[in-house]
């Protein structure tokens, strides 16, 4: 009887489909998943990031990218107005937009990746804190016109240097000095091959 019984129960067990194996997929898959969420909110690139760009912000260097972007085209819009004279209005508005929110995500990742690299979490912790203080408040919103006006200013100055006189005087020294002239009139000997030392 209890053979009977016992074949019974196996023929029962064979019968009834297993469902141990969809409940470990199933416990497995919510554990990663889990895991994945987990480990996207606490990830600590992901983190270090957000905090360089706090950073860059509350230091006034974000505001900079855009100074860096103006001068940029600033330079291709000379050379358009040297080329085109009659320009109307809208084609610089449109020209403004060239470098657009795409152009500077790409500036924006490079800079990231750069603080990345050379910079703990810790130090740009800290360096929040202190570019959140007043004197650095003051001193992130006035950068931007301070740069802009030594970059007039360093302009200024090297057309100047360049077009002075003295600058030419000892330009032509130099050359003199160094028989430039007469070195470059000279033909060009062929270069004799040198052996390896053995």
């Not at 900079?64 to 009659?86: C, F, G, H, V, W």
């Not at 800079?111 to 804190?129: E, R």
């Not at 430039?180 to 040198?194: D, F, Q, R, Y």
Request: charged fraction near 30%.
């Amino acid at each position: 009887v209890d053979t009977i019984i016992l074949n019974h129960g196996l023929e029962l067990g064979m019968n009834k489909p297993d469902k141990r194996p969809l409940v470990l997929t199933f416990l497995i898959g919510c554990l990663l998943l889990f895991h994945s969420i987990v480990f996207a909110e606490t990830n600590p690139t992901i983190d270090k990031n957000r905090d360089i760009l706090k950073l860059l912000e509350v230091s006034g260097l974000l505001e900079q990218m855009d100074y860096i972007r103006d001068e940029a085209t600033n330079s291709y819009a000379r050379a358009i107005s040297l080329t085109y004279p009659k320009v109307p209005d809208q084609f610089w508005d449109d020209f403004g937009k060239l470098a657009g929110k795409e152009e500077m995500k790409v500036l924006l990742d490079r800079v990231v990746a750069v603080y990345n690299k050379h910079m703990t979490h810790d130090v740009i912790k800290q360096l929040i804190k202190m570019f959140s203080t007043p004197f650095w408040v003051e001193w992130k919103q006035k950068m931007p016109a301070i740069s802009r006006e030594a970059g007039l200013i360093g302009s200024e100055w090297t057309q100047e240097l360049l077009q002075s006189e003295s600058f030419k005087k000892k330009l032509d020294n130099l050359v003199t000095k160094y028989d430039l002239e007469k070195l470059n009139s000279m033909p060009e000997a062929p270069h004799s091959k040198k052996l390896p030392k053995k």
